[in-house]
């Protein structure tokens, strides 16, 4: 077994032990598969795409699998056209899992935020090493490592190759992958990211030769006409706020969508947009998809969101931003969230008054 050695001053946060068992099941696999939740987002394919590098430069010939599509303001990342989307063909996703010795199951805690190829995971024989930063980490995982107190699992990832010793080896797509993860779930460095080390970490990503205000602009400054006017019209037309319980709603019917030429992805992040209103320190956007209510909610200082999401909506998530799916009408949806509110009323209170 070889002696791992972090190659920078970043603290070894990760067991050294899941590390090595990590590098060896990478060195005797043949059928390595990356996985990751539905919806992906930019840090579950940041941590993907640089994994997927990293596994190529050791020789291996690795999948990527997500179960739905990718938001095209992540496209333009290195790798990201070799991802199969399972949603697409299922068959193809499952013969793919079925063959595997090696399954890394990225940014997500349990098998239910996969969907349905999640059964796929869970019957195939392969090691499966769970990379993750979600509160409680389901079963099933054979190398498990957890850090909920990182902010971003490609800041994990980052880590992980850094305590194996890789660092210096570190190639600029894999450094622009795991900084794009790091920028996207911590939304442009705005929340859960005080943590001094996220920005030494930064800068040896930088020293890779990152353009960071290059990313920037790639991921946020990247609206289609038809997004931004959808924006425009969500935050005009609706938005509810409840100044007495610091909080505000955005909501799309699936009529109102039908109205702008609605792509998936189209919505990602207008949740966070109320937060910006003076005083305000929960936001939530309720959409109508095809099948399901989704529901995303942001909050600000001790305010538990993934607490409401897990309470109303079946969900959960982090502290400051989780989500949650309801089976019923918009309209039901709706009222839910309004009783939540008032029973969260307290607690939203004296969240907002302290320091
Ligand atoms: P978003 O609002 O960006 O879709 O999701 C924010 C975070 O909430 C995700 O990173 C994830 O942790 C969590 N989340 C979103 N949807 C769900 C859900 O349906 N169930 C659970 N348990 N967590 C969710
Ligand atoms: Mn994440």
Redesign the pocket.
Known sequence: MKILNASTSISAIIDSRKVEEAMDAIRSSRNIVITTHL?P?GDALGASLALYSFLKRQGKSPRIIVPNSIPYFLRWMEGAGEIEVYEYHPPAGQRILAAADLIFCLDYNIIK?VGPMGPYIENSAATKVLIDH?LLPGDGFDILISHPEISSTSELLFRFLNQAGEYNRLTKVEAECIYCGMMTDTGGFTYNSGDPEIYEIISLLLRKGVDKDDIYSKVFHNYSETRFRLLGFTLSQRMEVYPDQHSALLHLSREDQSHFQFSKGDTEGF?NYPLSIKDIIFSTFIRADEELIKL?FRSQKSFPCNEF?AEFFN????LN?????FYGSFEEAVRIYKEGLATYRDKLKSAFNEE
């Open positions: 919806s987002d935020r979600h949740v995303s999401a969900g959960g998530g982090h931003a989780s989500g949650g799916e």
